[in-house]
């Protein structure tokens, strides 16, 4: 039995862990919603006929150790398989570079291969170099546009040639304003006197997060910059308008350059105080890569696996802290299912239907290899949570009660309306569907498609058949992607046979 907690904050009122603001952005602890709603894990997921499947999928927690400590948040059970986490992948993003005119098809695939793979990385060395975010990013995004019309042929180091038109087109722009002397001093790179940096882009996602810029433009501009996310897919993670977006981007990086924000890793206490910020960007880089917003691919292995590598070099920061490794042990469980979740035809499959010997039970161990006991932060309680579905043999085994009482300690900690979303889940799934959708009422997710698709699936096991075919009818209006649109219609389209006599 867990011991109860007194609740503490994340951060300050404005923490991403629990926007109460509807308008601001979309809970972090996202791929810890729904579970089954599409497989999850994550947040979808929503099983056979009659079964919720794991709506929330996230993980239990065992052990909150003693008061105020989470306790060793590894499962005692299936103490690891053998193996060594995979490598995340590089760099990744979703979204093509502006293009125009005939474009060779041969060409067009190297340049979106070359955006997946060497967005962040030549952003922030050129970013480096210039100390001007802005024009380091309009210089690269001129690059990628050019080389739309210059390749084929393919250039045999594509990141070399575009690094260098970038260089070129920023020096032709700084030639055109002649400004030169005046713009370079803008951002100030200091080079760290205590750890050695070993790569540019967490230099890069730091000053993204600097506490001068609102908690959402420091999400937003990461996302941007670090993790190469479309405009348009931010807005729809922040729920905004993308003009709205826009203009936050354009505002943010503005504010770098005025406010003289240091290009560089922050020391010592203004490290720590600085984490929970980078914490909240890296997973909802991994929110993005894990659970699309849009776009006919529900899963993007590349910048879920950017975000991992992010996480690990935060890690390497900071060995002892637990929410930073809890983190990063998290989004290596729900990673370690992706090759489970969708079938080859694109359909999703429920947790509770995955076929578990196609997940990488390595990076499972690893990742319980990551994890150490500390105070119940946000991230260590959803780790513990996921410890729980990774590393249950089967569904069956999965101990909801445990659920039910870490999400209660999670929404107690955060006040967040997606954690109620997955409590309710976890309640359904122990104690009954009624109970659940109890606990669905007066909560308001503007724009969040998962909310009808949950009380659509527990009316559904309740009989209430209109009401659950309604709910279906809301949560299709408001859909992402593809994958998940076709999931919603099949369940709807199942339920309305089944009730036609």
């Keep these: ?26 809970d972090p602890a996202e791929p810890v919603v729904l579970g089954d709603l599409d497989d999850s894990g994550d947040p979808r997921g929503l099983g056979e006929p009659g079964d919720l ?12 150790g003693e008061p105020g400590d989470l306790g060793d948040p590894r499962h ?32 067009g695939a190297a340049v979106e291969r070359a955006y997946r793979e060497h967005w962040a990385r030549l952003l922030a060395m050129l970013t480096s170099e210039l100390r001007d975010l802005d024009l380091a990013e ?19 180091n594509p990141p070399a040639w575009l690094l260098t038109t970038a260089r070129r087109r920023a020096v032709d722009r700084l030639r055109r304003t002649a400004v030169a002397a005046r713009k370079l001093p803008l951002l100030i790179v200091d080079e760290p006197d205590h750890h050695e940096v070993p790569d540019d882009r967490l230099r890069l996602i730091f000053t993204c997060c600097h506490p ?80 699309a917003t849009e776009g006919e691919r529900v899963i993007s292995h590349e910048l879920a696996g950017e975000a991992i590598a992010l996480a690990s070099l935060l890690v390497g920061l900071l060995p002892g802290d637990s929410e930073a490794r809890a983190l990063q042990a998290l989004m290596m469980l729900h990673h370690a299912r992706r090759d489970a979740r969708v079938q080859p035809d694109g359909t999703l499959v429920t947790l509770a239907d995955q076929d578990r010997s196609r997940w990488h039970h ?24 996921a410890v729980q579905h990774a590393t249950a043999a089967t569904a069956e085994e999965t101990d909801w009660r445990e659920i039910c009482e870490l999400y209660g300690l999670l929404e107690t900690l955060t006040g967040s309306a997606v954690v109620r979303l997955n409590r309710a889940v976890a309640v359904a799934e122990a104690h009954g569907a009624a ?34 075919l309604a709910e279906y009818g809301r949560a299709i209006a408001l859909v992402g992607t593809a994958q998940e649109r076709e999931f919603l219609i099949t369940r709807r389209r199942s339920l309305d046979e089944e009730s036609t006599p």
């Design 362 to 385: 390595h990076e499972i161990a690893a990742a319980l290899e990551v994890l150490r006991p500390g105070p119940p932060g946000p991230y260590l309680i959803q780790a513990a949570i």
């Design 435 to 468: 109970r659940g959708l109890d606990l669905l009422d007066g909560l308001d997710l503007p724009g969040y498609h998962l909310l009808p698709a949950t009380r659509a699936e527990l009316l559904r096991r309740l009989g209430r058949t209109e009401e659950a």
């Design 53 to 64: 499947g794991d709506l929330d999928d996230s993980g239990d927690p065992r052990d909150l």
């Design 138 to 156: 309009e210089a690269l995004q001129e690059a990628y546009t050019a080389a739309v019309t210059a390749w084929p042929p393919v250039p045999a």
């Design 212 to 291: 001068a810029l609102s908690m959402e433009a420091r999400v937003a501009l990461t996302l941007r910059c670090v993790g190469g996310l479309t405009t348009r897919q931010i807005a729809r993670l922040f729920l905004v308008s993308e003009a709205t977006m826009a203009a936050r981007l354009t505002r943010a990086k503005k504010k770098i350059s005025q406010a003289g924000i240091p290009y560089r890793v922050p020391d010592g206490e203004e490290l720590t105080r600085r984490r929970d910020g980078v914490l909240a960007v890296i997973y909802l880089i991994f929110t993005e890569g894990y659970a």
């Design 76 to 107: 005692p059970r299936d103490p690891a398989v053998p193996g060594n986490a995979a490598t995340p992948a590089t760099p990744a993003t979703s979204g093509d570079p502006a293009t125009s005119g005939e474009v060779d098809a041969g060409a």
């Design 1 to 26: 039995m867990h011991r109860p907690v007194e609740a503490r904050r994340a951060g300050d009122p404005r923490d991403p862990v629990a926007p109460r603001d509807p308008g601001s952005l979309r």
